[in-house]
């Protein structure tokens, strides 16, 4: 481990120590993970002096002033005693375990997720807690390896949609350090996935039926009227009552 750094006394500047793999794969130190695990290892001054400085990284992210006086009495530690001070061991053991580290005379960065424990540090715990321990690494690299497939397969899908085939599928995700195993099926699974969607976008040509809705209307004829004679004025009889008499019942 390394050796404990010097500290000052009276103040030091917290900032974060950034950290894209253990910030993407670890624990918060207010975690049930460092609790149950961590607490074993670290001891419990150091896994409380981590849980306020995280939640002091939380109201200030850019980093923040920390007075190691108060800071040592909010975890019942002391400050009196040099470097030998119970608050200074407690400094210089997150440090040892790599949670923290002094940049210069008077910044300390600190982690804002703890690491998972090594099998190393798992095999120091108690045996109910190890197998404990062992029992969630398993759960959590399942469903670790369950989201990179997911992932996969969702990049694997864009890629062939925007025009790649297959093999250069395959090599755009090894470049992203995807599994090698898990490329070659990802890249079978997105080029079968997109065949799939050319024929279900292939049109019909087939005639397709009218279903019947209904009754149909029927046109009815529409009878033809009988023209009518209007008399003109050049008519010699217009205007001049009918001479004609009706027959008589009777008339031979």
Same mark, same amino acid.
């Given at each position: 481990?390394?050796?404990?750094?010097?500290?000052?006394?009276?103040?030091?500047?917290?900032?974060?120590?950034?950290?894209?793999?253990?910030?993407?794969?670890?624990?918060?130190?207010?975690?049930?993970?460092?609790?149950?695990?961590?607490?074993?290892?670290?001891?419990?001054?150091?896994?409380?002096?981590?849980?306020?400085?995280?939640?002091?990284?939380?109201?200030?992210?850019?980093?923040?002033?920390?007075?190691?006086?108060?800071?040592?009495?909010?975890?019942?530690?002391?400050?009196?005693?040099?470097?030998? #001070?119970?608050?200074?061991?407690?400094?210089?053991?997150?440090?040892?375990?790599?949670?923290?580290?002094?940049? $210069?005379?008077?910044?300390?960065?600190?982690?804002?997720?703890?690491?998972?424990?090594?099998?190393?540090?798992?095999?120091?715990?108690?045996?109910?807690?190890?197998?404990?321990?062992?029992?969630?690494?398993?759960?959590?690299?399942? $469903?670790?390896?369950?989201?990179?497939?997911?992932?996969?397969?969702?990049?694997?899908?864009?890629?062939?949609?925007?025009?790649?085939?297959?093999?250069?599928?395959?090599?755009?995700?090894?470049?992203?350090?995807?599994?090698?195993?898990?490329?070659?099926?990802? #890249?079978?699974?997105?080029?079968?996935?997109?065949?799939?969607?050319?024929?279900?976008?292939?049109?019909?040509?087939?005639?397709?039926?009218?279903?019947?809705?209904?009754?149909?209307?029927?046109?009815?004829?529409?009878?033809?009227?009988?023209?009518?004679?209007?008399?003109?004025?050049?008519?010699?009889?217009?205007?001049?009552?009918?001479?004609?008499?009706?027959?008589?019942?009777?008339? #031979?």
């Amino acid at each position: 481990m390394p050796s404990q750094p010097t500290f000052p006394t009276d103040h030091l500047r917290i900032e974060t120590w950034t950290d894209p793999v253990i910030d993407r794969l670890g624990h918060d130190p207010r975690s049930t993970y460092v609790e149950t695990y961590w607490l074993g290892i670290l001891g419990p001054s150091a896994c409380w002096l981590l849980r306020r400085l995280a939640d002091g990284l939380d109201r200030e992210p850019g980093g923040y002033g920390l007075d190691m006086v108060d800071a040592a009495a909010s975890i019942g530690l002391r400050l009196n005693g040099g470097r030998h #001070a119970p608050f200074m061991r407690t400094l210089g053991r997150i440090c040892q375990f790599r949670m923290a580290r002094l940049v $210069d005379t008077s910044t300390l960065e600190v982690r804002r997720n703890l690491p998972p424990l090594t099998l190393a540090q798992a095999d120091r715990l108690p045996a109910p807690l190890r197998d404990a321990h062992r029992h969630d690494a398993d759960t959590t690299r399942a $469903d670790r390896r369950s989201d990179q497939a997911r992932r996969a397969r969702h990049l694997a899908l864009t890629l062939v949609q925007l025009g790649e085939d297959r093999s250069a599928t395959e090599r755009q995700l090894r470049e992203w350090r995807f599994n090698a195993t898990l490329c070659n099926e990802v #890249a079978d699974w997105a080029w079968e996935a997109r065949r799939k969607l050319a024929r279900a976008k292939t049109p019909v040509t087939e005639p397709v039926p009218v279903a019947d809705t209904g009754p149909r209307l029927v046109p009815i004829p529409i009878p033809t009227p009988t023209p009518t004679t209007t008399p003109t004025p050049d008519d010699p009889s217009a205007g001049e009552p009918s001479r004609s008499r009706p027959a008589l019942d009777g008339a #031979a």
